[in-house]
């Protein structure tokens, strides 16, 4: 099965998030799936949010990929982002790298297995909403229990040799400011600025990236290799400040009613990624205690989490990738989030590795090399064949 063409494929089918309309991109997968003799039930949301879990397959390993990729507009491309253009060795695309390149990886790895009439040691689940929080994908499969804990894999892009393991916390706030209008001319003497406010919130949190936060040596080694391969691959500086502290992005800030009146709202919407010993109840306890005048309207919270790096799924996938790549091969943790964290939640082992070029993620220029694509299905087919060894044996 061609790895390429399935990608290039996917990537022709729009599936942007939002809206995350991922309809004709399951229906794509339900249809190989079924020409290789697996069924599948699709669950719908509204808006044509779809997802697919392989029925009647052993539930001991779970492959997942998402099918949403985040918006592009055609400014800046090379070539169209949503042509699926294989030139150079590449699919060209929104969605190649994050992560449509993982999905037909995970599919060509499946088929060949087949082919070699060894019997699927593993239940697939293709989702939507990854790129919005996945409460219409994988956390509505984990509530309709389609799903069951085990082992995961997860075929996100990931550094070559550098499966990954664990992401940092996540806590977005949406915080409502109120101030005490006044006329702009007698400000700071006269009247709260709710602008003010948000403000020096913001310096407060600020100050808070400065913390350095215990935590346990094993946890911290992890750490350590991990922000050396980050600072490699991103070829930036501050790889360990990144996974050590508290990062922060006012991604909006709103308010004011004119220039010359002190201002009597402002919304603030505040992202942060927790760093492992940062306990988010005592973030968000400090954070009311800075906010006189504002009040927390809504908030999203993730723990960091972690897979051991000592259980059989990572030393599977650790010996499989060195198979192929070779070289010095150890799991990593990550600055961001992804479906991940709702499954380690559910009590699932969860590790990812994937094909990708990492610098175009959610770039323009997107794209993804075949060949890694092929190394991937390769690895993916080893870690297969090792599951059901496992299953006959057990």
């Known amino acids: 099965m061609d790895t390429g063409h399935i990608c290039a494929e996917l990537v022709r089918i729009r599936s942007e998030n939002p809206p995350g309309d991922t309809a004709d991109a399951i229906e794509y997968i339900r249809t190989m799936l079924l020409e290789l003799g697996i069924r599948s039930i699709v669950t719908e949301n509204s808006g044509g949010k779809c997802n697919l879990v392989t029925t009647g397959t052993s539930r001991r390993l779970l492959l997942c990929g998402h099918v949403d990729v985040v918006p592009a507009m055609d400014d800046g491309w090379t070539h169209p982002p949503f042509s699926g253009l294989v030139q150079d060795g590449y699919v060209w695309g929104r969605g190649a790298?994050?992560?449509?390149?993982?999905?037909?990886?995970?599919?060509?790895?499946?088929?060949?297995?087949?082919?070699?009439?060894?019997?699927?040691?593993?239940?697939?689940?293709?989702?939507?909403?990854?790129?919005?929080?996945?409460?219409?994908?994988?956390?509505?499969?984990?509530?309709?229990?389609?799903?069951?804990?085990?082992?995961?894999?997860?075929?996100?892009?990931?550094?070559?040799?550098?499966?990954?393991?664990?992401?940092?916390?996540?806590?977005?706030?949406?915080?409502?400011?109120?101030?005490?209008?006044?006329?702009?001319?007698?400000?700071?003497?006269?009247?709260?600025?709710?602008?003010?406010?948000?403000?020096?919130?913001?310096?407060?949190?600020?100050?808070?990236?400065?913390?350095?936060?215990?935590?346990?040596?094993?946890?911290?080694?992890?750490?350590?290799?991990?922000?050396?391969?980050?600072?490699?691959?991103?070829?930036?500086?501050?790889?360990?400040?990144?996974?050590?502290?508290?990062?922060?992005?006012?991604?909006?800030?709103?308010?004011?009613?004119?220039?010359?009146?002190?201002?009597?709202?402002?919304?603030?919407?505040?992202?942060?990624?927790?760093?492992?010993?940062?306990?988010?109840?005592?973030?968000?306890?400090?954070?009311?205690?800075?906010?006189?005048?504002?009040?927390?309207?809504?908030?999203?919270?993730?723990?960091?989490?972690?897979?051991?790096?000592?259980?059989?799924?990572?030393?599977?996938?650790?010996?499989?990738?060195?198979?192929?790549?070779?070289?010095t091969v150890f799991p990593i943790v990550q600055w961001a989030a992804s479906d991940a964290r709702h499954l380690r939640l559910s009590g699932f082992n969860v590790i990812e590795y994937g094909p990708g070029e990492l610098l175009t993620l959610h770039g323009v220029n997107e794209r993804i090399l075949i060949a890694s694509m092929e190394n991937a299905s390769s690895i993916y087919q080893g870690i297969l064949s090792e599951y059901a060894r496992n299953e006959c044996d057990g």
């Not at 101030?179 to 709710?194: C, D, I, K, N, R």
Request: proline share 7%; with cysteine; hydrophobic share 40%.
């Open 97 to 327: 790298t994050d992560m449509k390149g993982g999905c037909a990886s995970l599919l060509s790895a499946c088929a060949a297995v087949i082919e070699k009439e060894i019997p699927l040691p593993a239940t697939l689940a293709f989702v939507c909403d990854e790129e919005t929080g996945g409460e219409q994908g994988i956390r509505h499969l984990l509530a309709k229990k389609l799903i069951l804990p085990g082992d995961c894999l997860i075929a996100e892009p990931t550094p070559t040799r550098h499966p990954c393991i664990g992401q940092k916390g996540l806590c977005r706030l949406l915080v409502k400011f109120s101030g005490t209008p006044g006329h702009g001319s007698l400000y700071p003497t006269v009247g709260v600025s709710a602008v003010m406010e948000a403000v020096n919130l913001l310096s407060y949190v600020k100050s808070l990236h400065a913390h350095e936060y215990p935590v346990d040596p094993a946890i911290h080694e992890i750490i350590t290799q991990s922000s050396g391969v980050f600072a490699r691959e991103f070829n930036i500086s501050g790889g360990s400040e990144i996974l050590q502290r508290l990062m922060f992005n006012p991604g909006i800030i709103a308010g004011g009613e004119k220039a010359n009146i002190v201002a009597q709202h402002c919304d603030l919407d505040l992202e942060m990624r927790v760093p492992w010993g940062c306990r988010i109840p005592d973030l968000l306890a400090d954070i009311r205690a800075h906010t006189p005048h504002g009040t927390v309207m809504s908030e999203t919270v993730h723990d960091p989490s972690l897979t051991d790096p000592s259980c059989r799924l990572v030393t599977i996938v650790n010996r499989e990738v060195a198979k192929v790549y070779g070289g």
